[in-house]
């Protein structure tokens, strides 16, 4: 593919990603994503055929971003705390870069739940594997008696709740401050670590 070829399709991409966030799948249109990209929409239908391969390449282009890594931090050989850490760390600057996502999959959940699935089983992550790695390293380290898929869903939920809520959060508690609330989700990092490493500490 030449560069000329791979900027047409970032072009694409991201103005398709713009509009299906604000319009959701059934409220979108190629020829609007067409002239907002400023190409024909027969350029647009030459490299996605349709709008379900288009929104598929962005759906996928979003879980690209995100999950690889987080699966690469909690599948390392690292101390439970250091993965713990990490993972917050590293969902919340990716959130953080990529605002759109938590949106994006929630919009995508209540539409085609079977997508997510198979899109995350798709990307190569071995979630079996994960929560047997899991398993393992909470017993060898003498943690509280959590399944390891509590514990996955526990951080996500705290990780991701204030960018879901945003609209709503920012407002009521941080006077509509952006950077108020970009420092809030800085210290998030070590609330969200702390507070379920506290979790896994036995009585």
């Known amino acids: 593919m030449t560069t000329q070829n791979k900027s047409t399709e970032t072009l694409i991409l991201e103005t398709a990603r713009v509009v299906f966030v604000e319009k959701g799948f059934d409220g979108a249109r190629m020829q609007e994503m067409a002239d907002k990209a400023g190409i024909n929409k027969a350029l647009l239908h030459y490299y996605y055929r ?9 759906f996928k282009e979003s879980i690209r971003k995100i999950v690889p890594r987080i699966f690469e931090i909690m599948s390392s050989s690292a ?14 600057d990716l959130l953080t870069e990529n ?31 994960l929560k047997n790695r899991l398993t393992e390293q909470m017993r060898n380290e003498n943690c509280a008696e959590i399944e390891p898929q509590q514990l996955i869903v526990n951080i996500i939920a705290l990780c991701i709740f204030p960018f879901v809520a945003r ?7 941080f006077d509509s401050d952006p950077e108020k609330y970009r ?20 009585l």
């Open 50 to 58: 349709s709008k379900e391969k288009l929104f598929e390449a962005v």
């Open 79 to 92: 101390p439970l705390a250091k993965k713990i850490e990490g993972f917050v760390g590293s969902y919340i």
């Open 183 to 202: 420092q809030f989700l800085e210290s998030r990092k070590q609330e969200v670590t702390r507070f379920i490493l506290k979790a896994l500490e036995k």
């Open 99 to 129: 605002p759109h996502i938590p949106s994006f999959v929630l919009h995508e959940l209540y539409r085609n739940p079977d997508r997510i699935g198979n899109t995350l089983l798709m990307s190569g992550i071995d979630p079996r594997g």
């Open 167 to 173: 609209p709503i959060l920012q407002t009521v508690l």
